[in-house]
């Protein structure tokens, strides 16, 4: 018997071997990025990075409604601190419907694009009653109340930065620290959290401050290392190629910087911003540019 904040390996071991032995393996949810490709199951805390625009925002949604859509018991919960949930549906029926996002904002389809519509409609009104958003403020407190009024066991942060914790606290670094340690005690809970993360700019290969991917890696922003030390895996989005031409298609790698359970591995996708949609790529479809990887550890702004 346990008698303060420790446990004997003993009082555990047989319970774990039979697990070990007889267990069921660990669930992943059906994001739908391929055999070897992203994954989120429950228990886990995932960080994902990338600099503005890059299509954190859009990537995290695909693979909460898909998860959704191939998995009829399960409930999300999103907490999304700069878009209504309105503008994020319509994101994804643009990606669900193959018709353009521009045409669904500025309510343009014509009679006919409408009619397309209607299956795409009918996947998200499939989930509409196990997705909830979490309206302002947002505080870890809404977020937890959110997720409980629908049992929801996918808990998605967008951004962590800007998710207010509970108590006070002195600075940005403490107030992202606590959020980190809630979302941790949520996650030992056996939720499945994913945490959209900004990152700073940082030095790329010409010495230039920039987002670039290559100058990713540098530690220049410690003071949020917590995110680093609490994620079980931490991704960045990253252009493969030249960004500056904002073209529509553009090829992306999702650089898996830290697993705590496993091999990091890679990840090459191609986004369609018109769209608003994300496949998996051929490994060497894209030219990889500079650095394969570097410490996470200062990747994350925290203001
Ligand atoms: N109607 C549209 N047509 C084409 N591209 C669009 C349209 N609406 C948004 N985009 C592009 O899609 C991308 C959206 O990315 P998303 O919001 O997911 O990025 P993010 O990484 O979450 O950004 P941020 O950190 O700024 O929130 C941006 O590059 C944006 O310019």
């Known amino acids: 018997m346990s008698a303060g904040n420790y446990i ?23 994001v739908g990025m391929g055999a070897n490709g992203f994954r ?17 925002t859009a990537f ?38 193959d018709l353009p996002l521009d045409g669904i904002q500025r309510r343009t389809l014509d009679a006919v694009q409408k009619g397309q519509l209607e299956p795409a409609l009918g996947l998200l009104s499939g989930v509409a009653d196990r997705l909830v958003f979490v309206q302002s403020p947002m505080t870890i407190d809404n977020v937890a109340a959110a997720a409980d009024s629908i049992s929801a066991e996918l808990i998605v942060l967008d951004y962590i930065q800007r998710i207010r914790p509970v108590g006070s606290h002195d600075d940005k670094r403490g107030s992202v620290d606590a959020t980190m340690d809630s979302i941790r005690h949520f996650a030992a809970a056996g939720y499945c959290v994913v945490a959209v993360a900004a990152v700073g700019r940082t ?22 290392s917590e995110l680093e030390y609490g994620a079980d895996d931490a991704y960045l989005i990253v252009p493969t190629e030249d960004d500056e031409s904002g073209a529509l298609e553009i090829g992306v790698t999702l650089r898996h910087l830290k697993s705590r359970y496993g091999k990091p591995t890679d990840i090459e996708l191609a986004f ?6 994300f496949w998996p790529q051929p490994v060497d479809s894209f030219v990889a540019s500079g650095p394969r990887r570097g410490p996470v550890r200062g990747l994350w702004r925290d203001s």
């Open 60 to 97: 995290v949604m695909q693979c909460v409604v898909t998860a959704l859509v191939n998995a009829p018991s399960l409930s999300a919960c999103i907490a999304n601190v700069e878009m209504p949930p309105e503008r994020l549906l319509e994101r994804q029926l643009s990606r669900l419907s």
């Open 8 to 30: 004997l390996c003993e009082q555990l071991f047989n319970d774990w071997k039979d697990d070990v032995l007889h267990g069921e393996p660990p669930r992943f949810f059906d």
């Open 272 to 277: 369609n911003r018109s769209r608003q949609s």
């Open 203 to 224: 030095k790329d290969a010409r010495g230039r401050s920039s987002y670039a991917g290559d100058g990713l890696s540098l530690a220049s922003f410690r003071e949020s």
């Open 40 to 56: 989120l199951c429950p228990g886990t805390v995932t960080l994902l990075g990338g600099s503005p625009g890059m299509g954190k």
